[in-house]
């Protein structure tokens, strides 16, 4: 299913405004593009995006409220510097599994100053030298790096993410986070 007619499956005969939470996972992009999602997800606070053959972000719409974007397994490489300006409040990033080789891909994000975590696990960033040491330099407002702060304490599962489906499934909600959004999934 295409991205465009999974995001009009999901609204339900709601208006895109009504919307908090967006999963779009293993849906299809065109070219590797987020499509069919516009600046009318003015409340949107969550947006999952997992595995739709992303390649770019340049097409998301600015999204004011958008807290928490999981992006992982997709094929991102670059061109993570519209996230400041379309994204300015993100606090949870997840780029897990995407083509992202260098510090300097991940750079841009300094200006996402409320950004507190942020995911790279299988990326091949992560073999570098240093590499946990080199992003908590580069991002000083990072909290958490891959579920870890810098001292290697794992994040509560308030603040990070569990990514595992499963893993937590006592404790969702427990922190009333998302309690009162919609939430529209669809399972095929």
Same mark, same amino acid.
């Given at each position: 299913?295409d991205?465009? !007619?999974r995001?009009h499956?999901?609204?339900?005969? =709601?208006?895109?405004s009504? %919307? !908090?939470e ?5 849906c299809r ?6 499509e069919?999602?516009? *600046? /009318? ?8 995006t997992? &595995?739709?053959?992303?390649?770019s %972000?340049?097409? #998301?719409?600015? #999204?004011? @409220?958008l807290k928490?974007?999981e ?6 490489s670059?061109?993570?510097e519209? #996230? ?5 409040? #993100?606090?949870?990033?997840?780029l897990s ?9 991940i ?8 950004? !507190?975590s942020?995911? +790279?696990?299988n990326?091949? %960033?992560?073999n570098?030298?240093?590499? =946990? $040491? &080199? %992003?908590f @330099?580069?991002?000083?407002? +990072?909290?958490y790096? $891959?579920?870890?702060?810098? $001292?290697d @304490? ?9 990514y595992? /489906?499963g +893993?937590?499934d006592d404790?969702?909600?427990?922190d009333?986070?998302f309690? *009162? ?8």
């Amino acid at each position: 299913m295409d991205m465009k !007619k999974r995001i009009h499956l999901e609204l339900r005969n =709601r208006t895109p405004s009504d %919307v !908090k939470e967006l999963v779009l996972d293993n849906c299809r992009s065109n070219e590797g593009k987020i499509e069919g999602l516009t *600046d /009318e997800f003015e409340e949107l606070e969550f947006l999952s995006t997992i &595995n739709v053959g992303l390649t770019s %972000v340049a097409h #998301l719409p600015k #999204l004011n @409220k958008l807290k928490k974007l999981e992006l992982s397994d997709n094929r991102i490489s670059g061109g993570l510097e519209v #996230l400041a300006a379309k994204c300015p409040n #993100l606090t949870h990033l997840n780029l897990s599994g995407n083509k992202i080789k260098d510090l300097s891909t991940i750079g841009p994000l300094k200006e996402l100053g409320t950004l !507190k975590s942020l995911d +790279l696990f299988n990326c091949e %960033v992560t073999n570098l030298n240093e590499y =946990r $040491d &080199n %992003v908590f @330099k580069l991002l000083p407002q +990072l909290t958490y790096l $891959d579920g870890y702060d810098k $001292d290697d @304490k794992e994040a509560p599962d308030s603040d990070a993410e569990v990514y595992a /489906e499963g +893993l937590d499934d006592d404790d969702d909600d427990e922190d009333g986070e998302f309690a *009162d959004s919609h939430t529209f999934t669809c399972s095929f």
